[in-house]
Nanobody, 126 residues
Framework: QVQLVESGGGSVQAGGALRLSCAAS????????MGWFRQAPGKEREGVAG????????YYADSVKGRFTISQDNAKNTVYLQMNSLKPEDTAMYFC???????????????????WGQGTQVTVSS
């Protein structure tokens, strides 16, 4: 079993920045990819960004390209999501997620997620 512990999030004004962190208790074959989903009130959970922990690829949703950056520190089993130029429509609960491949994030495949973090709220005011 792998635990994903998130930190970061909070409330900012539009145009501001936040950084989310997700620390995995360990990396296994079930954490081949790490990334983030988000869910706004009344909407479905959607994939935002993902990264192969061994290197080799990154995915971003079109809605966050150029504004969000996913990175990792494998020595700490931790991935980060730097969110810049935040917009009110970025307001959502953000969930760290571990999966086998980036397709899980690009297709927002909830069954494809092996492990979930507890979620952290991001609120962007106009």
């Amino acid at each position: 079993q792998v635990q994903l512990v998130e930190s970061g999030g909070g409330s900012v004004q539009a145009g501001g920045a936040l950084r989310l962190s997700c620390a995995a208790s360990k990396y296994t074959y079930m954490t081949t990819c790490m990334g983030w989903f988000r869910q706004a009130p009344g909407k479905e959970r959607e994939g935002v960004a993902g990264i192969y922990t061994a290197g080799g690829g990154i995915y971003y949703a079109d809605s966050v390209k150029g504004r969000f950056t996913i990175s990792q520190d494998n020595a700490k089993n931790t991935v980060y999501l730097q969110m810049n130029s935040l917009k009110p429509e970025d307001t959502a609960m953000y969930f760290c997620a571990a999966a086998y491949n980036l397709g899980t994030y690009s297709t927002s495949s909830l069954p494809g997620v092996n492990y979930w973090g507890q979620g952290t709220q991001v609120t962007v005011s106009s």
